[in-house]
């Protein structure tokens, strides 16, 4: 980043990751005020334009549906994302705490050793898949269990769907506090769970209305933004001024010529 600067004639000052915010005229934020901590120095050029989120593919309300899905009173949905493949960290765990239990989990694995775990867990009230549109379950979920992917854990929020996350690296950590500190779910602060850890975490968040909540709360405000308006009024608005002061210079020299 320091040689791409040189390039273009910009010193950087104090912290590589506070260049952004001190360099850039507009930062567009993904998510809303209330899911970021309240702060009073929160710079002027910052400005939140709800969730950010991939297009879903249903179409007309389409919902995922599973006969044995009728069988359960509550649906757990565990993922890791796409870009954790060790599924011993949070799969498992959750599989082993949860396997001939009364609640239905679906497991959704990035094709990360699908067959694998199918045949490790052949229990009833199990259902292992590689992807399963994150638009047609969550509705029908009651606790979505991750590693604290920042799109995933929009994604719930923007579902109503309360969490339990357990994630570190990458970043994880800063999402997942935000959702133990807004009590939209629990933050168990570890990238390795113990599956009792997880069970009594999942069951705390079924038995506590407070979590879904404030999820809902939270969900109310993403719904009062238009995100890709949004962006387009502020990439806009930015073009616009960079005309005017265009516009002012070459007047300027007119005059002066």
């Known amino acids: 980043m320091d040689q791409l600067f040189a390039e273009a004639g910009i010193k950087r000052q104090g912290n590589l990751f506070d260049t952004l915010y001190r360099k850039s005229t507009v930062v567009l934020q993904s998510g809303t005020p209330s899911f970021e901590y309240k702060r009073s120095d929160l710079s002027s050029n910052i400005h939140f334009v709800g969730p950010l989120l991939p297009a879903s593919p249903s179409k007309n309300g389409t ?18 994302g796409t870009a954790e493949p060790d599924v011993e960290k949070l799969i498992v765990p959750t599989l082993e705490a949860f396997k001939n239990s009364d609640h239905l989990v679906v497991v959704t694995t990035a094709g990360n050793k699908t067959a694998e775990l199918r045949e490790r867990f052949p229990h009833d009230n199990i259902i292992i898949e590689d992807f399963i549109p994150f638009a047609e379950i969550m509705p029908q979920a009651d606790v979505y269990v991750s590693n604290g992917g920042y799109g995933g854990v929009l994604l719930s ?37 113990k599956p009792a850890q997880l069970k009594k975490a999942v069951e705390a968040v079924l038995a506590d209305n407070r979590y879904k909540t404030a999820v809902s709360e939270l969900s109310n405000e993403f719904s009062l933004y238009n995100p890709a308006q949004l962006c387009e009024q502020h990439a806009a608005r930015l073009l616009q001024a960079r005309k005017q002061r265009h516009f002012v210079r070459i007047s300027e020299e007119a005059a002066i010529y």
């Open 63 to 80: 919902k995922w549906h599973h006969p044995k899905q009728f069988q359960y009173e509550k649906l757990i949905l565990v993922t890791q």
């Open 157 to 193: 929020i923007q579902h109503r769907l309360p969490l339990v996350v357990a994630g570190v690296n990458e970043g994880k950590n800063e999402i997942c506090a935000r959702v133990g500190y807004f009590n939209l779910g629990i933050n168990l602060k570890t990238e390795t769970p």
